[in-house]
């Protein structure tokens, strides 16, 4: 693959690079391969996003940073990459550009019309070095840039010129020698008993662990990494204080689960169960999705026919459109068949009891334990809460999918959750804070 990249120039998979599109460049060179339908492709530049593209190494080679250059684009609303492609990026808000898009694009070098490989490698990590029984994870890991393959010739329209190219990096590299020496993030020491839990009302991101005055807070600082838009109106910090939610939290814990209150619940939920409707599928949601964009796509590039683009280069980029639209109906087709027999396996009678004794069990522990080692009892509960700035309230939910005391501790080194008994909520409320 790195002959094929460096001699050939050839496209070798993954996700096209914003800006950029797949376009067919001819049969497989392999006549087995090529005699099961199997053709290559190449990058072509998307009419819509391309410009973008262009306007950002031009805004920044004149001086402008990259939060400045993600404020212009937004205003003048240019969807950012999440949002251009939502069927991929069903993960994201895509409300507004950020400063990684845009640092991101600066530093691709497959804007210069070069193929670029083995920019990335896998490195697989033992979970736990006292016992390997425990198995790897895998972990991308950058490669040095001398370590990079170029393709001998341009592959496929740059976007950029390789000269503009050198002269950002250049300029990114002045910028980081004048800011100082980078500081290297590495495991914290302090502990915060909601790491990961609490999420910020207004963006849906995940708030961020910060010490202030020697105490730990939560904060999330969505405008300092994405541009302000109309559609998502954020504070610049919001911040609560982990002494002001803790004790409320515990309180609730402490009434919700309570024996008798539980075991109700729990009936409640036993009873309710044969009748409970299945949740949203998210697949069918990023079809839904699909469809609409394909629709767009299909008429942008009509417009672009009509602009004087090559009429052949549009065909191809419309038949990928129009393929992706069908396939979206066909997932939208089977998941309107298949729901009605969707339903998610009742909890039993047994289950429902060890539930009732484990919540318990946890319930006593966590009016023993001290703020430091709360954060594994929160998690064994299943808590996610949201965070309204402008209530000074949280909302709490609690979905344990098992209940294992050992690994609330740390004691268990395998937690094995039952996805296949997966339990709803068990209780929800909203917490006012002063």
Not at 59 to 68: K, N, P, Q, T, V
Not at 203 to 219: E, F, H, I, S, V
Not at 353 to 370: E, F, P, S, V, W
Not at 406 to 433: D, E, K, T
């Amino acid at each position: 693959m790195s002959a094929q990249a460096q001699i050939e120039g050839r496209y070798l998979g993954g996700r096209p690079p914003y800006g950029y599109l797949l376009a067919d460049a001819g049969p497989h060179p392999n006549p087995a391969k090529a005699a099961d339908g199997k053709r290559l492709h190449k990058l072509a530049p998307d009419p819509v996003a391309a410009p973008a593209v262009r306007r950002i190494f031009r805004e920044y080679l004149r001086g402008s940073g990259m939060y400045a250059i993600a404020e212009g684009l937004t205003r003048d609303g240019i969807l950012c990459p999440s949002a251009h492609d939502r069927a991929r990026n069903p993960h994201r808000d895509g409300h507004a550009w950020s400063k990684g898009a845009v640092r991101t694009i600066l530093m691709n070098p497959r804007y210069t019309g070069h193929q670029v490989w083995n920019k990335q490698h896998k490195k697989e990590i033992l979970l736990d070095i006292d016992d390997v029984t425990l198995g790897h994870r895998t972990q991308l890991t950058w490669n040095s840039h001398d370590k990079w393959i170029w393709s001998a010739e341009p592959a496929h329209e740059p976007l950029v010129p390789m000269a503009d190219f050198q002269a950002a990096q250049a300029q990114q590299e002045r910028r980081r020698n004048i800011a100082g020496v980078e500081r290297m993030v590495g495991p914290t020491k302090r502990s915060y008993a909601l790491r990961g839990l609490l999420r910020c009302g207004q963006c849906d991101r995940k708030m961020q662990g910060n010490y202030n005055n020697g105490l730990p807070n939560y904060r999330c600082r969505y405008p300092a990494e994405y541009a302000q838009s109309a559609s998502l109106p954020h504070p610049l910090t919001v911040y609560v204080r982990e002494g002001a939610l803790l004790p409320a939290l515990d309180a609730w814990i402490a009434r919700t689960f309570a024996p008798g209150q539980l075991k109700c619940t729990l009936q409640a939920l036993h009873q309710a169960q044969s009748v409970t409707t299945p949740a949203p599928d998210p697949a069918l949601e990023v079809a839904r999705r699909t469809l609409a964009d394909c629709d767009r796509r299909i008429d942008r590039y009509r417009a672009a026919i009509d602009a004087g683009t090559n009429p052949a280069l549009v065909t191809e980029w419309i038949n990928k459109a129009t393929a992706d639209r069908a396939a979206a109906h066909r997932q939208i087709a089977a998941a309107a068949t298949a729901a009605p027999t969707a339903r998610p396996r009742p909890l039993t009678e047994e289950q429902i009891a060890q539930i009732i004794k484990d919540l318990g069990n946890l319930t006593d522990r966590l009016q023993q334990a001290a703020p430091e080692r709360k954060a594994p009892l929160y998690a064994a509960f299943g808590l996610s809460l949201t965070y309204d700035h402008s209530k000074r309230a949280v909302t709490v939910e609690s979905r344990p999918e098992s209940v294992c005391t050992a690994c609330a501790y740390g004691a268990c080194p395998r937690a094995v959750s039952s996805s296949a008994h997966h339990v709803p909520a068990l209780a929800a409320g909203v917490l006012r804070l002063r």
